[in-house]
């Protein structure tokens, strides 16, 4: 079982649709969710990052995490086409080591 | 404006020649890292150094290597280039300790 899944889309929506992005993981002892936007051709830059369970507003992005069912989530209000990109879930487990997803393609349609 | 640059954006190199990535930040990080980025698999560590001078091998390290002579660069070294290694390779650098990590624009590239 990987320790991080997270469906790789892609993902098509209309202008102004809100957006959920999931991820799954399997260690019951991770503490930071962090998520990743990555545009084409570039790297990828911190969008939210969150500390154990509950919700973190910025904006139109809600990110907010479920350690019972170990699910994080990233909700997108009112989507627009520069929110057009790929979503990358990411974990820190301690230390060094950051795990990812595979990361969702999102496609917002103007 | 913090920065992380890779010195190549696309790359084609042949089987077996010797191929050097270079990653400079301007951000004073201990923490530097490769990766690799493929569809399907997202971002596997290749090898992270928290000092200079020291490295640590990460997930995937079996073909590679690294450098850190200076702490603003760090070289990741691809002894004897293999079509497996076709992918996005992507640099990192962070603060100890600190959760944010900032990446470089990528660097693409292809064994012919």
């Known amino acids: 079982q990987k320790e991080v899944e997270q469906d790789p889309g892609p993902l098509s929506v209309p202008e102004g649709a809100i957006v959920s992005l999931n991820c799954t993981y399997s260690n019951s002892a991770f503490q930071y969710f962090m998520w990743y936007r990555q545009y084409s051709r570039k790297g990828p830059e911190l969008l939210m990052y969150?500390?154990?369970?509950g919700n973190k507003e910025d904006g139109r992005f809600t990110a907010q995490v479920d350690k019972s069912s170990k699910y994080i989530s990233l909700f997108i209000r009112d989507s627009q086409p520069s929110d057009s990109a790929t979503y990358l879930c990411?974990?820190?487990?301690?230390?060094?080591?950051?795990?990812f997803g595979a990361g969702t393609r999102l496609f917002v349609k103007a | 404006d913090v920065k992380v640059t890779q010195s190549s954006r696309y790359l084609v190199k042949r089987t077996g020649e010797k191929v050097f990535l270079e990653c400079v930040q301007d951000m004073d990080h201990e923490n530097m890292f490769w990766y690799r980025q493929d569809p399907g698999l997202g971002l596997r560590l290749i090898y992270f150094?928290?000092?200079?001078?020291?490295?640590e091998k990460g997930d995937i390290p079996e073909g590679y290597s690294v450098s850190r002579e200076k702490k603003e660069r760090f070289s990741l070294i691809l002894e004897s280039a293999s079509t497996n290694q076709t992918s996005m390779y992507l640099c990192?650098?962070?603060?100890?300790?600190?959760?944010?990590?900032?990446f470089g624009q990528g660097t693409r590239l292809t064994v012919v």
């Open positions: 150094s928290y000092d200079v001078k020291m490295k």
């Open positions: 969150t500390y154990s369970s």
């Open positions: 990192a650098s962070s603060f100890p300790a600190v959760t944010e990590a900032f």
């Open positions: 990411a974990i820190d487990t301690g230390g060094f080591k950051t795990i």
